[in-house]
């Protein structure tokens, strides 16, 4: 079922917000002080072309710098990534079979808006980021 899902999100939705999600990478990679932020972008690319399967975790390791730097994404791109998340989950609840596909667009919001000390692991594993 995770398949099917993942790929109708990516046909209807996962392919331009993945776009979104590398311009936002290739951006913050230009310039160097954000090359985190970059390299956080391209990781939720990959979560946004196939989320179904997979979860956002904390990461135990993080500390104040990440909620520092949260802070600053928020303001440099966290906000338009959540915008498109709300602007592709609207016209996915319109049909019936898009409705499981913009509750996962929503669920994608936290993590588009502070993904600094996240961690994207699969659902059978949700503690594999805490070493269990």
Known sequence: ??????????????????????????????LIVTIPFGIASFRIAGYALWPFGRTVVDKRTAGAWSTIGNVIWVVVAGIWLAIGHVVTAIPLFVSIIGIPM???????????????????????????????
């Open 102 to 132: 913009g509750i996962a667009n929503l669920k994608m919001i936290p993590v588009s808006l502070l993904p600094l000390g996240k961690e994207i692991v699969p659902t059978d594993r949700p503690f594999a980021a805490y070493g269990a």
């Open 1 to 30: 079922m995770n398949t099917l899902l993942n790929v109708i999100w990516l046909v209807f939705a996962g392919f331009w917000l993945a776009l979104g999600y590398v311009a936002a990478g290739v951006l913050c990679c230009l």
